[in-house]
């Protein structure tokens, strides 16, 4: 199955990465594309930082379910309010520091569904949050589809 790599470079603009965020994760769940739409963040600047984010949020889904079991609650509701503080203002220095944002989507779609891949192609970078960024196509096919794939793997 062969996949097309979209990659939008928003500058320093965070708000409009996020948007364009809500934006496929709306698309995933309204035309039930599951794994055939996947995307990721590159940050220059941050990248160690979101990566220890990420790794509180997950012990925080340990933490919410051993709260649905009825072990910890007050002690879980404390910490992870506590964390998503530390996150907002290590998010606030990310934009002062003017770290560069780069949203890439992987469009995974098996053979018979050319159509589909075509239309997907030609319409997410006509959608209102990608246009203000410079984007690239990457296909299958292309010398630098190896380079992207592999940094798309290693973003996740």
């Known amino acids: 199955m062969p996949s097309s790599y979209l990659i939008f470079d928003f500058g320093e603009d965070e708000q409009n990465a996020q948007q364009a965020r809500h934006k496929v994760e709306g698309w995933k769940q309204g035309f039930r594309l599951g794994d055939k739409l996947a995307f990721k963040f590159e940050r220059e600047q941050g990248d160690p930082d979101e990566d220890e984010d ?67 192609l030609d319409r997410i970078p006509t959608e209102e949050p990608f246009k203000s960024a410079d984007s690239k196509i990457v296909r299958h096919n292309d010398p630098d589809f190896a380079t992207i794939d592999q940094l798309f793997e290693t973003l996740g």
């Open 54 to 120: 990420e790794d509180e949020d997950g012990k925080d889904l340990a933490a919410a379910s051993k709260e649905q079991a009825g072990e910890g609650k007050p002690s879980g509701k404390k910490k992870s309010a506590a964390k998503r503080q530390k996150s907002k203002q290590s998010g606030g220095q990310e934009e002062n520091a003017g770290g560069k944002v780069r949203v890439i989507v992987r469009l995974n779609f098996s053979d018979h569904e050319k159509l589909s891949l075509q239309r997907w």
